[in-house]
């Protein structure tokens, strides 16, 4: 298992790749985006991948990008960042991280998230592809489509579309979905949840012309309910 790291900054690259090393991972070290890009443009394979937001040359965002359009979603990428405003951090998600974490950061913290991400990745490759049609839901490939059309959505959206689809009646409390979604709990005040729910009600145009629908309550939580349920709006699980 190896995790590359693009840091610009020595002293920092120093003390992830020893807090790496410490925890058992191997890893290899990019001090620019181009050097990275240039490794994943020769199929190097990675399990993970730490990236500092603001580098030299490219930003975090634009590696992200680039990596979710040409090597698709199934890479987990966190974002290294001091940046800490909503609207920043939703920008990074959207763009196709799976996480960020604010610097400075602790060591067992980083390693946390890691070991978390990493779960949730191998998680995928043993969930179930989901059918309620018109939507087909493939966690291995992590892809959605609706009426048999490809639908975009970032690495957070899929997850967050796919725990609404497995769990179709079920409440969940915010609280719940912070921690399913994003490992850790997230401020009422943020609007992170929010932005990824109206997303994924958009690009997926969940609404009753598609026999779903998204019920919020804000005490009590969200669910996903089927509407005009016949026999043709069934959910089924292929292995």
Known sequence: MIIASIEDDPVQAQYIAYTLAEAGFKSKHFATGKDLLVALKKSEEFDLLLLDWELPDISGKDIVVWIRANLGNQLPVMLLTNRNQDHDLVHGLNAGADDYLAKPFKAPELIARIRALL?????????????????????????????????????????????????????????????????????????????????????????????????????????????????????????
């Open 119 to 239: 779960r949730r990745n191998n998680a995928g490759n043993t969930l179930n592809i989901l059918k309620l049609e018109p939507y087909l839901l493939n966690p291995q490939k992590r892809e959605i489509t609706l009426h048999g059309e490809p639908v975009q959505l970032a690495p957070k959206e899929f997850d967050l579309a796919y725990l609404f689809f497995s769990n179709i009646g079920r409440l969940f409390s915010r609280d719940a979905i912070s921690a399913a979604i994003w490992n850790r709990e997230i401020p009422a005040t943020s609007r992170t949840l929010d932005t990824h729910l109206s997303n994924i009600r958009q690009k997926l145009q969940i609404n009753p012309e598609n026999g779903v629908r998204i019920v919020s309550s804000y005490a009590l939580g969200y669910r996903m309910e089927l509407i005009n349920k016949t026999s043709d709006h069934t959910l089924a699980s292929e292995a």
